[in-house]
């Protein structure tokens, strides 16, 4: 386990090396001990945590330097493989390829939006927080005209 400087529960750091082999949070925190019903929300959860992503980057870096990889290096099989599979013309393996390096690039991370709000924009916000799953539904299935956004009631 790499040195976090006793920053993880003993948990957390089997959590770090599950995940750094599967690269799946949830599967991690079954694997670290956490219950099963709450591993799709600790491992995620886990994750957030700077000490947890300081370990992983950590744990990265010694399999980087047992491994003698770097990313690049990992591109480029990639690439290979995406050449060898189209010349045997087999587009799965093409795709495979491509996915995998789109993980890498990280072309599958949410997109971050920061938005500031007007008055209006607040008024709305408070609006929709304090309203019903139920009422939300409704107004998704039914949308109402683009004045009641604009104007408010």
Not at 21 to 29: D, V
Not at 32 to 45: F, L
Not at 78 to 105: E, F, T
């Amino acid at each position: 386990m790499p040195d976090t400087g006793g920053k993880l529960t003993v948990r957390q750091g089997r959590f770090v090396e599950h995940y750094a082999l599967c690269g799946n949070a949830a599967e991690a925190a079954r694997l670290a001990g956490y219950s099963s019903k709450t591993a799709r929300v600790t491992g995620p959860e886990n994750l957030s945590k700077p000490a947890v992503k300081d370990a992983l980057a950590a744990r990265q870096q010694v399999f980087q330097a047992e491994l003698r990889m770097a990313k690049q290096d990992v591109v480029n099989g990639l690439l290979s493989a995406i050449q060898m599979g189209r010349d045997q013309q087999n587009p799965a393996v093409m795709i495979a390829g491509l996915v995998q390096i789109a993980k890498l690039c990280g072309f599958y991370e949410p997109e971050k939006v920061n938005l500031t709000l007007c008055a209006d924009g607040k008024r709305l916000s408070a609006k929709f927080s304090a309203m019903s799953d139920d009422e939300l539904l409704a107004i998704i299935a039914n949308p109402p005209a683009q004045e009641m956004f604009v104007r408010g009631d």
